[in-house]
């Protein structure tokens, strides 16, 4: 292990039970976006060490007790939970040098949010959670029954989480994973190995978790998390990325019939009404930015009035300008780095592409010359924008925002709705009625009314359209890593 500023980090994985390196003893280097250094050494794990720990998560779902006993599994959550308090600020100093999150952001859904309640939530479910209930007694094929609905887990789950939020993706994943009865294969983004690694060490060290019940794969290459969806042994995978690689796992799981629930791309639009508080509500518009803009739900489409689109304009020209990013150790920084050089090169395309395709670039669109090392991207706005564009429509995962101007709400709507992604969006305007009826008519799967807040571990979380399918979190989400099994006694 190395020791770096504030946090030891673990660079073993978690398979069958025990930490361990990749079998060919390969590791690849974990790196800080905000410096571009190497951090570290992590597994490199191959499809063998993938399929050695998908086989275990199968022996641990057949031959252990995990799948019936819910006291066990409550109780290895509420170590888990009390485990992660404990290394709370290492966390915290972990994910801010691997993530480049900014501080602040720690302290909202990067960290604090999930810490909060993602472990409790499910493990209060495991004791409130109807799994049996009775139907009413059958006559059928004149025969005499009684008959029951019984909630069984699925058997094994494959876990595959990006890097963007990796911590609060992940436990809230394997949290209902696990305290629904499954087993798991995690697999984190080769970007952000850490927080994952030191999951496994803590299940390992600090839990009663049965060995095989919680496994953690890292590798450098994107198709060992494939073995995942072609493995037989796996029943379901819960998948957290972008739309493309969705689809693939659809595709590839389709040969074994896998249960799907993905979680992927979003193009959220703030609707802004015309009797709305501008002054108080456009700047909002800068939340964008929030880590350098990598955020599925983020609002990155701003649709004003034509009648007050001036004023709009300007408000958010300068709340954008006023956006705070730079160092994430900053406490004062709102925005950090991009990931990764491919993420912030892919951010400068989607900028040029706007320019070429007409939209009208106010603010940002380069590299920041003050920030030489790491890869940032200045935050960008744009106006007069088409809704047809392709910034306006292809998810840019930066610290971008398309500024749209409309005629009326029915015209607003329109504009919400004409995207290929459903996930998320927000309306505001002096009449709470007015906001309501809007957000009834956008086809997403959350929706802020004046500025509400949705997030929870038990709010249910996804899309609609190829935002995805499925939910995160909720009741809902849990419902989906459960069979249904109908029973019935012959009673003459
Ligand atoms: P990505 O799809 O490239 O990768 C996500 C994960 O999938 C990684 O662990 C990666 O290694 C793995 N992976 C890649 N190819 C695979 C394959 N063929 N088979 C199995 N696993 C594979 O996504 P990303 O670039 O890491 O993350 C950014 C994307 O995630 C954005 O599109 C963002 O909107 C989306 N996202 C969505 C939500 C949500 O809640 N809807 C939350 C966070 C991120």
């Known amino acids: 292990m190395s020791r770096t500023d504030g946090f030891t980090p673990e660079t073993r994985m978690l398979i069958d039970g025990s930490l361990v390196g990749a079998a060919s003893g390969k590791t690849f280097d974990n790196i800080n976006p905000a410096t571009e250094e190497v951090l570290g050494p992590v597994a490199d794990a191959s499809r063998e060490d993938m399929q050695r720990a998908i086989a275990a998560a199968r022996r641990a779902f057949e031959e252990t007790d995990w799948s019936t006993n819910r006291e066990l599994r409550k109780r290895c959550l509420e170590q888990l939970q009390d485990a992660l308090e404990a290394e709370r600020e290492e966390l915290r100093e972990e994910l801010i040098a691997e993530v480049g999150t900014p501080r602040s952001v720690t302290y909202m859904a990067q960290l604090e949010g999930p810490l909060a309640d993602a472990f409790r939530y499910p493990a209060k479910l495991i004791d409130e959670f109807p799994w049996e209930r009775s139907l009413s007694d059958g006559d059928a094929f004149g025969t005499h029954s009684a008959r029951a609905v019984w909630k069984e887990p699925l058997g094994v789950v494959g876990s595959i989480v990006p890097w963007n939020y990796p911590f609060e993706v992940t436990s809230n994943k394997i949290a209902q994973v696990l305290a629904t009865g499954n087993t798991t294969v995690l697999k984190p983004a080769p970007d952000t190995p850490w927080n994952a690694t030191r999951l496994g060490r803590l299940v390992a060290e600090k839990t009663d978790m049965p060995a095989g019940v919680f496994n953690v794969v890292t590798s450098s290459d994107h198709l060992v998390g494939e073995e995942l969806t072609l493995s037989p042994l796996v029943d379901m995978i819960s998948f957290t990325g972008s739309t493309v690689t969705g689809k693939r796992i659809m595709e590839k799981g389709a040969a074994t019939l896998k249960r799907v629930f993905l979680e992927l791309g979003g193009k959220s639009a703030m609707i802004v009404c015309d009797d709305a508080d501008f002054a108080s509500v456009v700047p909002a518009g800068s939340f964008v930015c929030m880590h350098a803009g990598q955020g599925c739900a983020m609002q990155t489409r701003m649709l004003l009035p034509r009648s007050r689109y001036d004023e709009g304009v300007e408000l958010i020209t300068q709340a954008m300008a006023a956006v705070a990013y730079g160092d994430p150790q900053d406490p004062a920084n709102f925005s950090g780095p991009l990931i990764s050089s491919r993420q912030r090169d892919r951010v400068l395309g989607y900028i040029a592409k706007g320019q070429e395709e007409g939209a009208k670039l106010v603010l940002g669109g380069g590299r920041p010359?003050?920030?030489?090392?790491?890869?940032?991207?200045?935050?960008?706005?744009?106006?007069?924008?088409?809704?047809?564009?392709?910034?306006?429509?292809?998810?840019?995962?930066?610290?971008?925002?398309?500024?749209i101007p409309y005629e009326d709400d029915d015209d607003a709507v329109r504009i919400a709705n004409e995207s290929a992604f459903g996930l998320s969006g927000g309306v505001f305007s002096a009449s709470e009625e007015r906001a309501t009826a809007i957000a009834r008519r956008v086809r997403t799967g959350s929706i802020g009314i004046n500025g509400g807040v949705w997030y929870g571990a038990d709010s249910p979380y996804g899309g609609y359209k190829t935002s995805g399918i499925g939910r995160q979190n909720g009741l809902e989400g849990f419902e989906q890593y459960l069979e249904t099994k109908a029973v019935a006694w012959l009673r003459p």
């Open 369 to 403: 010359a003050h920030l030489p090392k790491g890869y940032y991207v200045e935050p960008t706005l744009f106006v007069d924008v088409d809704n047809s564009m392709t910034i306006a429509q292809e998810e840019i995962f930066g610290p971008v925002l398309c500024v």
